[in-house]
């Protein structure tokens, strides 16, 4: 990909501040309760500070949650970009940076679930995540075309936007799902059944094939 | 299926009333804004009377809530249930009461997304729609099984919860997969594609095989 970034994203490191002491306490709470509907006050609370003490650092709730949308799209380009820079970028890996996501950063995941699906999901950091997922999946689905892996039947549209539904379908139906599981979801004995399933279905389907 | 009704729901057919007028109002708004963030007197001033003339109908916010996730409960089960009645309900009659939800019904796909995702998802009627959605996915995964049809190499119980997460997945992500579209979602040329691509999915996958 010549080093290119698809979520244009880099933050120099740093060491951890109050700010990002904050920075957490928002996520959780955002992640658990909605980010509409948690006030400035609340995260305070969370946070065990007054209001006052944390406008000193942020503020506006839009501050907050901007300093919070910028922490999570650092988590996951930190998590999918290096895949995608590899030549050998297969299935499996496109699979491993999610569920790496998922095992290290589950509450991260919780708040990609509100951006997703909060408000204006066509501005904002949702878009920007879930446009970058597209970029990913399309160059992977582009690559098995070049390498001639791709089913002729196939439409290449839903091809690279079907692996995305399942993937991110996933992380956003997780408490439904978990009544099923025996486990929690992101535990990683679940999350390596559940991506194994999803390499398999993606590479040959359910159904015995009649050639 | 021995007429078993899996979301054991069934209302008395009737006239439309105000009240009906009123669900359907509400139903539209909340799927629109959220039902959390929506108020009593938002529905009121939507449906064009005044709070007090909705509350003669219904007293409380809760009562109306009740009323729409009874509605979408009754539409849900009168375009599902059928087809799992089927002797011979295959991959694509599954798919096919999806389609037909989406064509038909798409405010009550978009208040489903609402009742999935927000509050408390393991009460409520986003429980009881997803586990039957569930319930269907797992009959017809047996009835695969015992024709012989499901891959040896299958992870079961993943078998019939991806895809759940394929279908549902997508109508809760809507408005992110239309920004890759070249139509509206629920637009039916736009549907049967996705439908096709889907079941050819679940089929076959996306990969050429290699036996």
Do not use: C
């Not at 999610?98 to 679930?113: E, F, G, R």
């Not at 992101?186 to 590479?203: F, H, K, P």
């Amino acid at each position: 990909m010549d080093g290119q970034r698809v979520f244009g994203f880099a933050r120099p490191q740093r060491e951890p501040s109050t700010e990002d002491k904050l920075i957490a306490a928002a996520l959780q709470i955002f992640a658990e309760e909605g980010i509409a509907v948690t006030s400035l006050r609340s995260v305070a609370k969370f946070a065990g500070m007054s209001a006052g003490a944390l406008q000193h650092h942020f503020p506006t709730k839009d501050a907050l949650v901007e300093a919070v949308d910028n922490h999570v799209l650092q988590i996951i380009a930190d998590n999918l970009e290096p895949a995608v820079q590899e030549a050998d970028y297969t299935t499996v890996t496109a699979g491993e940076g999610i569920v790496q996501l998922m095992a290290n950063h589950p509450i991260a995941m919780d708040y990609l679930k509100r951006v997703l699906l909060e408000g204006d999901v066509n501005s904002g950091v949702g878009q920007v995540i879930f446009n970058g997922l597209a970029k990913i999946s399309e160059m992977q689905g582009r690559r098995f075309q070049d390498l001639g892996l791709m089913r002729d039947d196939i439409d290449f549209l839903w091809s690279f936007l079907n692996p995305i539904v399942l993937r991110v379908g996933a992380i956003v139906l997780r408490q439904h799902l978990e009544r099923f599981l025996p486990g929690p979801f992101y535990d990683r004995e679940q999350l390596d059944r559940w991506d194994a399933s999803v390499t398999n279905l993606l590479q040959h389907g359910a159904l015995v094939q009649h050639d």
